[in-house]
Structures are given as structure tokens and as C-alpha cells.
């Protein structure tokens, strides 16, 4: 029986990272993008880049951006999958906060099992969205990405329910607990106001005014009559 190749916790986060920044468009991601979002020095990003594409998991031009290799691409959405998974499990059945999880399920999602993940999977019952609204990767490696559309989108009274978040910061996280912007939640936009673009929104009952960063960061599905 032939072995599994191995790869360690580090060549996990970088591929990661690329499909993370690659997104939907799966557009070439940049070494500045990457040393951005991994929060190290771009000579250090060159050098796991070089690593990886000599294993084939990526292909990488210096100057022209990286991209994922049908390979690089099924172990980052493994990756991804094994995170989500983790992170509803958390929420789920051990009744972690939403704010409390992404730390714990990054040391979780490198677990090398796929029986387990197969598992945890069936135990959750399947689920399609992880707790802060992303969408979970199937066995294949399959994703259905949410509308890129968010609260700063809406016009004067329309009305939709928040599905998403794109900052999973635990500042963000808290500050949505505390005024009741979280999944689930139905906002009609009352008035959007020119000079800085924050918007007056009934939440449920209640009035709140939402800042144009929070509502950029809020994903949301029209409520048609």
C-alpha cells in the first residue's frame, strides 16, 4: 500500500492562504498578499513558494502572482473542510462562542485523518455553513461561495437577512453579538447618509446605526416580497 505524502503544518497554511486569497475568481495571488495575510516577511514567503511549486502543489512566476495546482488545490480545500468542520463542532456541541473558535480549529484542522473528518462530518449532519456563515468544502473538494454582496450594497428600504462575515476577528465578532448583527438577522436599510456612507437600519425592532466598515464586512441575501 502506498504512502500518504505528508506536509507539514506550515506548506497546510500557505496553501491555505493562497486559496483563501484566491477566492471565487481564483485570481494569482501576489507574494505581498501572502506575506500579509501569513503576517511574515516576504523573503520568507519566497523561499516555502519555491518549496512548494518543487512539489508541485502550486505554480509560481516570480513577478507574475501563484496559483494553485489541481493537487495544491484538493489539500487546501481539505484543509478548509477539516476547519469548518471543526468550527461548527465547537459552536455546536461543546457551546463555544463564534469569537472563541478560529485559534482552537487551526490547530485542529491539521489533523491528518480523513476517516475522522468522514466522521466528524456524518456526526454534525452534514452541515453546508460553518458558524460564522462560510461555506464547507465536500469530500471532493467541491464549494458553493456565497454572493459577494454585502449590507453597503443595500438601497433605502430593502431588506435581507445577514448569511456571512468577512472579518472573523474576535473584536468584529463581539461587537456583532452586542448589537445583534448576526447570522440569521433580518435588516431593512432606513437611510444611508452621504457624508461618510453609514447607514440607519431597523435590526429586528430596533434602530442601529451601521458604520460603512461594519457593513462591508456583513454578507447578506435580499428578502424578496
Known amino acids: 500500500m502506498a504512502k500518504t505524502e505528508q506536509y507539514t503544518t506550515s506548506e497546510e497554511n500557505y496553501l491555505k492562504a493562497v486559496f483563501k486569497i484566491t477566492g471565487k475568481d481564483r485570481r494569482r495571488v501576489s507574494t505581498n498578499d501572502l506575506a500579509f495575510e501569513l503576517n511574515t516577511k516576504a523573503s520568507s514567503v519566497t523561499d516555502m513558494l519555491q518549496k512548494l511549486s518543487e512539489k508541485k502543489l502550486i ?63 456524518e456526526f ?15 469530500k471532493e473538494g467541491n464549494l458553493h461561495h456565497h454572493r459577494d454582496f454585502t449590507i453597503a450594497d443595500m438601497e433605502i428600504n430593502e431588506e435581507c437577512v445577514i448569511v456571512g462575515v468577512k472579518d472573523h476577528s474576535s473584536d468584529f465578532l463581539q461587537y456583532l453579538d452586542g448589537v445583534k448583527l448576526t447570522l440569521g438577522a433580518r435588516v431593512k436599510v432606513k437611510k444611508i447618509y452621504g457624508y ?30
Not at 449532519?125 to 464547507?136: C, E, L, Q, T, V
Not at 437600519?201 to 424578496?224: P, Q, T
Open 59 to 121: 505554480k509560481y512566476e516570480k513577478y507574475k502572482g501563484v496559483s494553485l495546482t489541481p493537487k495544491g488545490h484538493r489539500i487546501a480545500t481539505n484543509v478548509v473542510r477539516k476547519h469548518r468542520l471543526w468550527e461548527v463542532f465547537l459552536v455546536d456541541k461543546l457551546q463555544f462562542k463564534w469569537d472563541e473558535i478560529h485559534d482552537l480549529a487551526e490547530q485542529l484542522e491539521h489533523i491528518d485523518s480523513s476517516k475522522l473528518t468522514d466522521r466528524l462530518e
Open 124 to 138: 454534525l449532519g452534514f452541515p453546508s455553513h460553518d458558524p460564522h456563515g462560510d461555506p464547507i468544502p465536500d
Open 196 to 225: 461618510d456612507h453609514s447607514m440607519m437600519a431597523l435590526v429586528g425592532k430596533n434602530e442601529l446605526m451601521i458604520s460603512e466598515r461594519v457593513a462591508k464586512n456583513l454578507l447578506v441575501s435580499k428578502i424578496r416580497e
